[in-house]
T-cell receptor
């Protein structure tokens, strides 16, 4: 597609629920990133994929967070047993390579109540 | 580790005023430097970038110069418009051992008519 598409745009989850956030990167983009942006803060790195390989997951805040990109295109970020502190905007970005600009999606705003 | 420090906002300017948003960084090596803009309710958009010392990035009237001697990448615009109201993020490109952009906390700009 023309841009990075994320769904859903908004998600309200009750504490303890599992959620799955989807990212459709730009076709042909090898690199895919997930970031977490808390209110009034800059995006914080969560994880990075190169094609289907998850090369860096050092930013995932706990083992409740899990990301996958099984066919090297669409990616899913899953959060198990959501907590209030998980409330944030989750941004996905893709790129043809590290030396190039990153295109961000509009994000999924997750609110845990 | 690598880090980015931006001036705190909010910054409020009248239309046609001169804009400077300060950004300094700490990094090993010579990473690329970026400015991203986030309009209300939208994802991050790349505004400009510079890949090496003394490079000047420019776009839509905004400019920033990669200054190695002062480890800075200040964003400037000669005459701001109401439509420039947004949050601006300075970002450091991946280090030699990493993959992700490292963002500052963002500076909110409000331009009044």
């Amino acid at each position: 597609g023309a841009g990075v598409s994320q769904s859903p745009r908004y998600k309200v989850a009750k504490r303890g629920q599992d959620v799955a956030l989807r990212c459709d990167p730009i076709s042909g983009h090898v690199s895919l990133f997930w970031y977490q942006q808390a209110l009034g803060q800059g995006p914080e790195f969560l994880t990075y994929f190169q094609n289907e390989a998850q090369l860096d997951k050092s930013g995932l805040p706990s083992d409740r967070f899990f990301a996958e990109r099984p066919e090297g295109s669409v990616s899913t970020l899953k959060i198990q047993r959501t907590q209030q502190e998980d409330s944030a905007v989750y941004l996905c970005a893709s790129s043809v390579g590290q030396a190039y600009g990153y295109t961000f999606g509009s994000g999924t705003r997750l609110t845990v109540v | 580790g690598d880090s980015v420090t931006q001036m705190e906002g909010p910054v409020t300017l009248s239309e046609e005023a001169f804009l400077t948003i300060n950004c300094t960084y700490t990094a090993t090596g010579y990473p690329s430097l970026f400015w991203y803009v986030q309009y209300p309710g939208e994802g991050l958009q790349l505004l400009l970038k510079a890949t090496k010392a003394d490079d000047k990035g420019s776009n839509k009237g905004f400019e920033a110069t990669y200054r190695k001697e002062t480890t800075s990448f200040h964003l400037e615009k000669g005459s701001v418009q109401v439509s420039d109201s947004a949050v601006y993020f300075c970002a450091l490109g991946p280090s030699n051992s990493g993959y992700a952009l490292n963002f500052g906390k963002g500076t909110s700009l409000l331009v009044t008519p």
